[in-house]
């Protein structure tokens, strides 16, 4: 146990995929060091994390002490102070000042998010010092950043093209790019925003990131060469019984017949299908998965949410599904369909799961390889289509379906994809033993 007069302030970026693994690095800390520790963030988020913690058992260890803290939103001038004079305004600053104040010392450190370079500064101006916790892996991460700053690639003649900080064998294709990136010069707001917090953000103390040396070995040597700082290796720090209990929005099927419906299914036998918590698919792509999904005859659970273009919010309506599909599925037991959200890690870990049909959020990415399970890749944005072509190239165990929401593709496409992928033999075989080697090793660390 070391000092619990210490205190550590941590700002997540505000997305989902960002509050989970600060929630569990918070609550590592706490219990190894016994700091004190603040999180703070928007008030909705706020909220989210007290639910999220107040839901855990009471005796569980995912209970700890934790101070949640919500920043005022400010006006763009004082949230964005690169330029000095602004820094003393920002909440942030004034938060650190208060611990100052009240315990005769700033914070031993502020652990922020990867896109708060700004941040830097106002930890120096408080008298403590910034930690960026980069919370996607090292790859998907390192190709995000290191497009920002070689935007030439969209004057590239070829539809391929290399990218700084990667060998040379790593060639990435045109329809890997964000749509902000073909337009992006440097000039644009995006890039006005994006380059200088990142380069302030290679000024921290050191990065964290979660991954670990055996999920992705060789690729994490090109962020430190990039960066020049330490990175460390905190991965895979799953959120366990975080996800459990706690959610924003409840699954439509109680999590109990979830896994009753999982309970009757062979070993390895069931296709789980999830977009994520921001991401979702067109109408037309919805349309087709569906069809090729009933086509393949494996059984699947799917988290289906409204396609791109409607209230995210509101409720999946059967009539973007192919008529009587929900009905057939169910009486054949073929398929689960839970609106919106479902317990994803218990899922994952329920032995009837034999596969992942993903966005590739590097959050669920590690959550399936911890299950050892092969993954089907569809990834949509930031820098999911990164892990994928990392998931895919470098470690083998997944294979691309398509990519966005603007691809075209058919039912028989899914199928077969599917049918491959679910195969106990041929490259589905080979897959499933990667994955599951990497599982074992992410178990054991
Ligand atoms: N998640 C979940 N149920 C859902 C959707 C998401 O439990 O229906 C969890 C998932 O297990 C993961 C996180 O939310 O821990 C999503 O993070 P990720 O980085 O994969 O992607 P994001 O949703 O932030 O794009």
Redesign the pocket.
């Known amino acids: 146990m070391g000092s619990e007069n210490e205190h550590t302030v941590m700002l997540p970026l505000m997305?989902?995929?960002?509050l989970?693994?600060f929630l569990a690095l918070a609550k590592q800390i706490h219990r190894s060091t016994g700091f004190k520790i603040t999180i703070a963030n928007t008030p909705l988020n706020i909220q989210y994390l007290q639910n999220t913690i107040s839901c855990a058992n009471p005796n569980s260890p995912e209970k700890f002490n934790v101070n949640l803290v919500e920043l005022p939103f400010c006006s763009l001038d004082h949230d964005l102070p690169p330029n000095t004079e602004n820094r003393e305004l920002t909440p942030l600053y004034n938060l650190l000042m208060d611990i100052k104040e009240k315990e005769g010392k700033p914070p031993i450190c502020i652990i922020t998010g990867t896109f708060f370079g700004w941040a830097v500064d106002v930890a120096k101006s408080a008298g403590t010092t910034n930690v960026t916790f980069i919370?996607?892996g090292a790859y998907g991460t390192l190709a995000y950043t290191s497009m920002w700053f070689n935007l030439p690639h969209r004057k590239t003649n070829s539809d391929e093209f290399t990218l700084p900080g990667f060998p040379e064998r790593c060639h990435f294709h045109i329809t890997q790019l964000h749509k902000y990136w073909r337009m992006a010069d440097g000039s644009d707001d995006w890039s006005k925003f994006m380059q200088p917090n990142i380069t302030q953000s290679f000024q921290s103390y050191e990065m964290l990131c979660k991954t670990a040396e055996d999920i992705e070995p060789g690729a994490l040597q090109w962020p430190r060469n990039y960066t020049k700082l330490p990175v460390w290796t905190i991965g895979p720090l799953?959120?366990q019984s975080y996800?459990k209990k706690s959610?924003s929005?409840s699954?439509s099927v109680n999590p109990e017949k979830i896994i009753e419906w999982l309970d009757l299914h062979h070993p390895g036998s069931v296709l789980y299908i999830?977009?994520?918590?921001?991401?979702t698919i067109s109408s037309s792509q919805t349309m087709e998965l569906a069809i090729g999904l009933e086509a393949s005859a494996k059984s699947f659970l799917w988290?289906i949410r409204p396609p791109v273009g409607f209230d995210l919010r509101g409720e999946f309506r059967s009539e973007r599904l192919p008529e009587g599909f929900e009905e057939r599925i169910e009486e054949t037991k073929q398929g689960l369909l839970?609106r919106?959200?479902?317990?994803?890690?218990e899922?994952?870990s329920h032995k009837s799961t034999g596969a992942f049909l993903?966005?590739?959020?590097?959050?669920?990415?590690?959550?399936s390889l911890s299950q050892g399970l092969p993954m089907i890749g569809w990834p949509?944005?930031?820098e999911?289509t990164y892990n994928s072509k990392m998931l895919v190239e470098e470690m083998g165990m997944a294979v691309e379906l398509t990519r966005g929401v603007q691809s075209t593709i058919v039912g028989h496409d899914v199928k077969n994809v599917i049918e491959m992928v679910m195969d106990e033999a041929g490259k589905g075989q080979e897959m499933k033993a990667k994955a599951e080697k990497i599982g074992r090793q992410i178990r054991h660390q």
């Open positions: 997305a989902h995929g960002h989970i693994p919370t996607g799953l959120p996800l959610s929005s699954p999830s977009f994520g918590s921001q991401n988290v839970v919106n959200w479902a317990p994803q890690l899922i994952l993903s966005y590739c959020g590097w959050n669920s990415a590690l959550e949509i944005a930031a999911q």
